[in-house]
């Protein structure tokens, strides 16, 4: 028998012609555009399938119905012409060099904001005010303690295995100790509060086993990244001082330059400083 081929055709169709859904750059998420549809041929059939427009005005053939009322599936060897999901949290464009976090440049987050202040944003959709921020680094700094039962999951990883492996296994035992399932949202802050609070300490811990050495308890005293840092290269035999020039970009607290959208607020102190220590939950 010779072989079946079905016949497929797509076009655009403009139902107003001229006529364009006006967007904003500052749009969350795609809307669907009511004035433009695409349609779908396969032989005598046509199927009308929603465009949707983002918020960098980028285009897209929403194909969602797709199987239900055709029957058929799209290929699309290495996703290069699929979007998996629409996202109100990043933008992404790598050809034209763009990564964007709620919105705003991630250049000017790298440069102006700190781990901990971006973190925030991610999760809630804004930069946090001074107070916020405070609060916000008080709940992760009283977490970084891990349960020591966890330290004896690192006795039975092999003496080579990569550090991310063990990190990835490690993360995935938290959900032992803290069995309950974030169902609040005060339930799932905590959870977020313990997750960044431990995960440089777990990660510490990872690459301290690869290396074979002891390893080192999270100083709350000190800011995020120079906490981090510490439980990475120290050694219980000599003192650990910390390059503040390394610091800056992920500290505890903000530094006094901005970028332009979030609130203003008074200049923190400087980044890498010593702050008071907040009592460790774990």
């Not at 749009?27 to 779908?40: G, H, I, Q, R, W």
Request: proline share 7%.
């Amino acid at each position: 028998m010779g072989d079946k081929y079905h016949i497929i055709q797509i076009r655009y169709l403009n139902l107003f012609p001229g006529g364009r859904m006006a967007q904003t750059a500052k749009a969350e998420k795609p809307v669907s555009d009511k004035t433009e549809k695409a349609v779908l041929k396969i032989g005598e059939k046509e199927f009308q399938l929603p465009i949707v427009v983002g918020s960098e005005g980028e285009k897209a053939i929403d194909i969602s119905s797709l199987r239900a009322e055709t029957g058929f599936v799209t290929l699309d060897n290495g996703y290069m012409n699929t979007g998996a999901c629409t996202s109100a949290i990043t933008f992404l464009d790598g050809e034209r060099g763009i990564l964007r976090y709620r919105g705003i440049p991630i250049d000017q987050l790298a440069e102006q904001s700190t781990f901990v202040e971006t973190s925030y944003l991610l999760i809630h959709g804004k930069l946090p005010t001074k107070k916020q921020l405070d609060a916000f680094t008080n709940n992760v700094r009283r977490h970084t303690l891990i349960h020591e039962d966890m330290k004896r999951f690192y006795d039975g990883f092999p003496r080579d295995a990569h550090p991310m492996a063990m990190l990835s296994s490690a993360v995935s035992t938290l959900s032992t100790f803290y069995q309950k399932t974030p169902d609040t949202a005060e339930s799932f802050d905590l959870s977020t509060w313990r997750l960044l609070g431990k995960l440089p300490t777990i990660a510490a811990a990872s690459y301290k086993k690869s290396i074979g050495q002891p390893f080192v308890y999270p100083d709350n005293g000190l800011d995020y990244c120079a906490n981090f840092l510490k439980m990475m290269f120290a050694v219980p035999t000599e003192e650990y001082a910390v390059d503040p020039d390394r610091l800056r970009p992920c500290a505890w607290s903000a530094p006094a330059r901005r970028v332009s959208t979030p609130p203003s607020r008074p200049a923190s102190r400087p980044s890498g400083a010593r702050c008071t220590a907040a009592p460790t939950r774990r």
